[in-house]
């Protein structure tokens, strides 16, 4: 325990000090916390699934809470509940075939009470949403017992191993736990590699002679151009250097030694420039559920520009980036603002503050960090699944994400 | 140019009711109805005597006013017959500013803003003295010869009664038309002296056939460029005198501009440039039309230089410098330097003897005029204060004594200055500090001195509001501003272009400068204003323009790619306050090219208003402004 509250401590300060960055390396390490954390929690008898979906959330609430604007931590965190639920239900439908209707019932009563009387509505659309997962011919016509009988053991599924035989228990717990580790391994193998899938796909995207625009720089979207390219496809990328970092700079360096036509243009020359692009690929932070996304500063701008010359404004995002939540003024809550020394230096200044007679600190200076782009910009996603359109993002939600962990913080009476 | 188009002639009054304009312009009289063909715009005629055989205008009164068949000579240069010498007409009517659609197509260039190569070209030419009279006419010469080779010589005989025609109505052309008809005459008895092979043909073909030609000028470049330009060829290698044929047709299209993608073209530029340029290396494909070379060694050369230059001013060998260097930046400064300079040319200039000071001192100021472009590409509006003085130079009379002109020049220089600057700006800020209210959070781009004049003098009346200076790369010219409303006391909000969405919540107006204002309602400005505007549309902020109207101009343009001018490149590999820049050999890695854009081109829909000192104007009046003062602007 010690151990983990060290290792989750260490990770808390970095991410407060903003010392990991990008969401994918967030994620990545996220994600091998968490691991950690899983594998060193000892479970009780009872109630495994939901002891440790506790502990999880307990953390998860620490993570989110040193980094708001990093939707990344709060992306994993629910992903790994996720995975528990569903192992922990893998298990149960398993082992308890042929458990009572009845006894369940009570059970889900109970938990209703006790631990999710706020959420009992999303605990419906949960139900629903996995009826929706099996849309066979059969269910539709066994009607309505069998979906009831998959809503209760869905949601009650982290509590239902309570009324189970107590035979079973010693390596469920094992099992259960393994197979957690197992898939939240899987997960960060996902991380991992999600920009190769990813690349895959940009030969079905990007044509001959094409000439296609970025700003600033992401992992992602080198590899996807350079998958391009290595296809045989030549096209030229123009990238705006992203001010106030200037990462275009890098990003062009690479896209140079991997022989692509790149001409890099400041970023005020986009909306001159945009009138020859014939499409805007970029990386993104995060993808929220509305399918508005959080970029690297700058976007927005491009967004618009792209819009008004109908240039396809093309997102690449791995599924870690996808955010279940519905951004509310994102530009402002979901930002951040960097060091102004970015923009001036702190000493150029300094004489004019003096002389200034002004009331109150007469200069600013705003360095945002992300931009909002919102749904209607985007032409469409690329995810290690597929394309998609912003409109289904919040499909793709319900896939990764159990609708019980959207709010993650715990209620203050519990 | 009036008659040829009486239903422009019409318009302005009645439009003219719903703009600003205190009183008529002082040039309506001029385009006066049809029905008076020989008051007919005197003062456009003027502006190139040399260009102009009056002839022509009478003979074309004649056949419109008196309903006269067109002569035989007249079809013959004109190639299409005469319904496209109407259709000519009119497409000529569109370009609704044109200083004067009849001058000769060399004058005219010379007189536009556009400062091309080609109307460098003319200028050397015209430099060299002795082919100043001869070549305006130059083109309908060959082009005769060509009409000649073309069909049975035997029409050129009808031109000469053509000739003829005109003389009874001469008594009644207006002064400046008898001047121009002088100075055609004079023309003409230039180039029988150059006394080339076919004088008889250049005689009789100079004075003539010049103006039949003109008025159908573009319909004819349309339709002929098939045949003709074989027998043009033909031509050039039988008169080596009149190699500018193929160079004439170019100029008379639309944009007069320099291509620097024409390879032919760019060796003769290099060839006379005096600022030794070397091209710069991995251009950009898309700009490969404009000019870019390499910086840094082509000031320590024109250094070196500096005493075999005798043809440059020093004034304007130091404003050249200047330009080159980059220490006169902005477009109004840039203006005045030149102008000063060019004031300090005329102040010293003596008439050679044997040549008239009109034309002598034109080609002096184009020679000057080339060095400047040779240093920077022209702005706009500096274009356009050139074109001013020529048309002053132009009309200077002949009777005035050469220190009379000088004196009269330098003022109308200062008054240029003055007026369409100084005062302009005044009356702007007036107009623009209207717009600010208490609370207001406003938004500049960029530095312009014209904004940052509305920002000081609405402090000074005490309005309570907050800037947010937006900035960006090449220059951080933001930074300049900022530093001087700072030190004054206002509340400064600093950022950069990237987190304009992110700072456009809070801001209620958007002031921006404008290098200049085009005939579409475009806004050619620092590279980045296009992307504030459309961020400012997105928000529903309105997006004010503040520019004088010494810079508007005609010509229209779409995107930002056509014309524009590159900057160095090299500005962006180094990130200020960066030790190590990853694209600091740049140059040396293939594939990869910095572009540097100076200047960009704003939609109109994003414009909520333009601020000119004739008031605050929707974009879509900008043609307006350009036809009912532009010509003013000529004349003052």
């Known amino acids: 325990m010690l151990d983990t509250n060290a290792l989750v401590h260490d990770f808390l300060n970095k991410l407060k000090r903003r010392q990991i960055e990008g969401s994918k390396a967030t994620a990545k390490l996220t994600a091998e916390l968490l691991r950690s954390v899983i594998s060193q929690q000892r479970l009780p008898n009872t109630n495994q699934a939901g002891a440790l979906i506790d502990a999880i959330k307990a953390i998860g609430e620490q993570l989110v809470a040193a980094n708001p604007v990093e939707l990344a931590v709060g992306n994993i965190v629910r992903r790994v509940l996720h995975i528990i639920r569903e192992e922990d239900l893998s298990l149960t439908t398993s082992a308890i075939g042929g458990l009572s209707l009845s006894a369940i019932s009570d059970d889900e009563n109970d938990v209703e009470q006790d631990n999710y009387p706020v959420l009992s509505a999303a605990a419906v659309a949960a139900a629903a949403r996995n009826a929706l997962r099996a849309p066979s011919l059969q269910t539709l016509l066994e009607g309505v017992p069998h979906s009831a009988a998959v809503l209760h053991s869905n949601s009650s599924a982290d509590d239902s191993e309570e009324k189970t035989k107590s035979t079973d228990k010693n390596s469920r717990s094992r099992k259960l736990k393994h197979n957690v580790i197992e898939t939240v391994n899987d997960l960060i193998q996902d991380i991992a590699t999600c920009h190769e899938e990813i690349a895959e796909q940009a030969v079905e995207h990007i044509h001959h002679n094409e000439v296609i625009l970025t700003l600033g720089s992401s992992r992602t979207v080198i590899e996807f151009l350079c998958a391009a390219k290595e296809k045989k496809r030549s096209f030229r990328v123009f990238v705006a250097e992203g001010a106030p970092r200037y990462e275009g700079h890098i990003l062009a360096n690479e896209l140079i030694s991997r022989g692509l036509q790149t001409t890099v243009i400041t970023d005020s020359a986009v909306f001159a420039m945009i009138s020859r692009v014939n499409m805007v690929i970029v990386g993104a932070h995060a993808v929220m559920a509305n399918g508005g996304v959080i970029a690297p500063v700058g976007l927005s701008m491009v967004a618009l520009a792209a819009q008004r010359h109908a240039v396809p404004f093309v997102v690449l995002a791995g599924i870690h980036k996808l955010c279940p939540l519905y951004p509310h003024k994102p530009e402002v809550l979901l930002n951040e603002l960097k060091s102004p020394s970015d923009l001036l230096d702190f000493g150029e200044f300094s004489d004019c503050m003096d002389s200034a007679t002004g009331i109150g600190f007469p200069l600013h200076v705003v360095n945002p960090a992300f931009d909002y782009v919102p749904p209607q910009l985007v032409t469409l996603f690329i995810t290690d699944t597929g394309g998609h359109n912003p409109s289904y993002m919040y499909r793709l939600i319900a896939d990764y994400y159990s609708a019980d962990d959207l709010v993650l913080q715990r209620k203050p009476t519990s | ?636």
């Open chain 2, 1 to 636: 140019m009036d008659p040829r188009r009486p239903s422009r002639v019409i318009d302005p009054k009645v439009r003219k009711v719903g703009f600003f304009t205190p009183g008529p312009p002082p040039d309506r009289t001029q385009s006066g109805p049809a029905a008076t063909p020989p008051t007919q715009s005197p003062v456009s005629n003027t502006l190139s005597p040399v260009m102009i055989p009056p002839a022509r205008h009478a003979s074309d009164n004649l056949s419109r006013a008196v309903g006269m068949p067109v002569p035989a000579g007249l079809q013959l240069h004109a190639h299409p017959p005469v319904d496209s010498l109407q259709v000519g007409s009119y497409t000529l009517s569109d370009s609704v500013l044109s200083p004067s659609p009849t001058q000769s197509p060399s004058s005219r260039v010379g007189l536009d803003g556009e400062f091309s190569e080609d109307s460098v070209n003319w200028m050397k030419r015209s430099n060299s003295g002795k082919f100043a009279a001869v070549l305006p006419t130059g083109r309908d010469f060959t082009q005769s010869i060509e009409a000649s080779i073309d069909e049975n010589s035997g029409d050129l005989v009808a031109e000469l009664p053509l000739q003829k025609n005109p003389k009874p109505l001469k008594s009644k052309t207006t002064k400046a038309e008898r001047r121009a008809l002088q100075e055609a005459q004079r023309a003409a008895k230039a180039t029988a002296k150059v006394g080339e092979g076919s004088k008889s043909v250049a005689t009789s073909a100079t004075s003539a056939p010049a103006q039949t030609s003109k008025p159908v000028r573009q319909p004819n470049q349309k339709k002929e460029s098939g045949p003709l330009l074989v027998s043009s060829t033909l031509v050039n290698e039988k008169k080596g005198s009149e190699k500018a044929v193929e160079k004439d047709r170019k100029k008379e299209m639309p944009p007069p501009r320099m291509q620097f993608d024409d390879k032919n073209r760019v060796e003769k530029a290099k060839k006379r440039s005096v600022v030794k340029q070397t091209e710069a290396r991995n251009r950009v494909e898309l700009f490969r039309h404009l000019p870019q070379y390499e910086r840094g060694n082509q000031l320590s050369d024109l250094e070196s230089k500096f005493f075999q230059l005798d043809h440059v001013h020093p004034a304007v060998y130091k404003v050249g410098l200047q330009f080159l260097t980059g220490d006169i930046m902005w477009s109004n400064t840039r203006c005045i330097a030149m102008l000063q300079a060019f004031q300090k040319v005329i102040e010293d200039y003596t008439t050679p003897p044997e040549k008239i000071l009109t034309r002598d001192l034109t080609s002096k100021l184009n020679s000057s005029v080339s060095f400047l472009i040779e240093c920077r590409p022209l702005s706009i509006s500096m274009g356009n204060a050139i074109r001013f003085l020529k048309a002053r130079i132009t009309k200077i009379p002949l009777t005035q004594t050469e220190s009379e002109a000088k004196i009269s020049l330098c003022s109308d220089i200062d008054r240029y200055i003055n007026e369409k600057i100084v005062l302009a700006d005044k009356v702007i800020v007036g107009h623009a500090v209207t717009k600010i209210r208490d609370g207001d959070v406003l938004l500049t781009y960029g530095s312009s001195s014209l904004i940052e004049m509305v920002l000081l003098h609405a402090h000074e009346l005490r309005r309570q509001f907050r800037v947010v200076i937006v900035d960006s790369r090449p220059n951080l010219e933001g930074r300049v501003l900022l530093r001087k409303l700072v030190e004054k006391g206002l509340s400064c909000t600093y950022t950069h272009i990237n987190a304009v969405s992110y700072i456009m919540h809070e801001v209620t107006r958007v002031f921006v400068g404008a290098a200049s204002v085009l005939a579409n309602g475009t806004i050619y400005s620092t590279v980045g204003t296009a992307c504030i505007a459309m961020v400012a549309h997105a928000y529903h902020v309105p997006v004010l323009v503040c520019c004088e109207s010494y810079k508007f101009h005609e010509r229209v343009q779409l995107d930002s790619i056509c014309s524009n001018e590159l900057g160095d490149p090299d500005v962006i590999a180094k990130v200020p306050g960066r030790r190590d820049n990853c694209l600091d050999d740049w140059a040396s890695k293939e594939g990869l090219q910095l572009l540097n854009l100076a200047y960009d081109v704003t939609p109109a829909d994003y414009v909520s208003m333009i601020v000119t000192e004739h008031g605050m104007i929707p974009p879509t009046s900008v043609p307006v402004i350009v036809r009912e003062y532009g010509r003013e602007h000529i004349l003052i």
